[in-house]
């Protein structure tokens, strides 16, 4: 497998199972190591008290973005923090879409950017993910959740 | 009204148009201006590929309670920036809690810590998130999400 | 050796060779364990281009306070990650003083909040900082340098 | 004045009045609007009680490229807030090099990435910085720090 397939493999076995993604109708597309696009419209289920779209589920957008930017190296990784800036609000209807790319990635820990624009390329959020690799595969056996629960 | 009196009509002004949180199972209470408690159980739906919480969906969580603390003075106020530090990972029907307490008000901006918890007591993620107020009634009359359009 | 005493123990070893805090005039006072205050006064070779305090010089003030909060436990700590929300603009000959207070501390990490203040007690900065412990003892013993740099 | 020009000379008169910056020994450099090179070597009153630089110090320096960086379209700008994440040691006499980078600048608020290189070209720490737009000219007539004051 080059780069781009063992990438692509990582993001189908992690979107296969990712239910809260899938049920907020977010589509992933692994264009590289390193760098995925995720896009999600506003539903009718996904606005707040203002009528507009929840906060956190830009967030989610673009997290999940950032989990399957950073996990396509074969190697089980999470994320450590989040941070958002919210710079637009977002509409029901909207369409966005949160592009994640790396800004550096070291033995165990990786950072990466997303930014979130709407469907006329505005940006609304600029998101930064601290991510944290937990030295163990992804592909090719079970993931183990276990493990997972015995990092932190 | 006195303080709570009033902290408590702005949460259920909010909370009746929040589709967003309430697709989410997510329950509030508040008992003071500035403080809110959002609860949510993890379901099948929230899970991501790991089989574990999706970290976005802790986050909305958290922004939730944010979101009611900041919002209890009758002052229109939206999150800004949002940080969240992921402790420990989170299981399929785990009950979460979140608390959250103002740090600091002033004239525009406000900071909010939000600590998530799990039924055991044990703190899953340590949220941040920096309010600013839109200078405008909560209560009485029609919540204008063409102001908030403005305002960024 | 109480925590009191422990904690100042483990202070009096750091600022003894804290030749950066020293030469910045900062003042370090511990009341407990995960505590401490910081102070300084603003000089003359601490303004910017537009004649305030550098700001860096007020998350020095700060992370400096963090940094004597964390390490009260005889582990050596360091700082991971640091953000600081510049609040009001401090001037010339004003007297800061940073109040560093644990917000939470596990095995490994810990989390810190620091308010720097002004001598009118006005809050001039609000700073969070996440420390990782070493794992070895900072009492008793030269502390190793060569064990820092293994770390990250 | 083309934008390289007016860069520098926003630059230039930032730098004259920089005394903070020029007691710690950085250097400036400017090669276009948004973007700033700045150096320190670690000198001996740099180091903390651990015989390493100072976080503070490593972040004043960053914090010195982002102001270069976000001050060269001649309007008055300041820093909101900032994050740095630590990721490896400097030790006494190591030359650091901090390069900022715009990432997004908006009506008032910009985001600049400021990378801080150690003289391997080693990443030694990672900063973010969110700038604020104080409406007024840089060039031209006084720099009024009272304007500043009234902002926050």
């Not at 089980?76 to 790396?102: N, Y």
């Not at 820990?109 to 979130?116: A, D, L, S």
């Amino acid at each position: 497998m080059n780069d781009l397939e063992r990438a692509r493999a990582c993001a189908d076995k992690m979107y296969a199972g990712d239910k809260a993604s899938r049920a907020l109708g977010i589509d992933i597309e692994v264009s590289g190591a390193g760098s995925a696009t995720a896009t999600m419209q506003v539903r009718d289920d996904m606005v707040n008290g203002f009528n507009i779209c929840h906060g956190g589920l830009i967030f989610t957008l673009a997290d999940t973005a950032f989990a399957f930017a950073c996990n396509a190296y074969d190697e089980l990784t999470v994320a450590g923090s989040g941070h958002i800036e919210f710079l637009r609000p977002v509409h029901l209807h909207d369409t966005l879409r949160a592009v994640a790319r790396e800004e550096l990635r070291g033995e165990r820990v990786g950072f990466y950017t997303v930014e979130v624009l709407d469907q006329d390329g505005s940006i609304v959020a600029l998101f930064r993910g601290r991510s944290v690799s937990r030295g163990e595969r992804l592909l090719g056996g079970q993931t183990d959740t276990e493990n997972i629960e015995k990092t932190r």
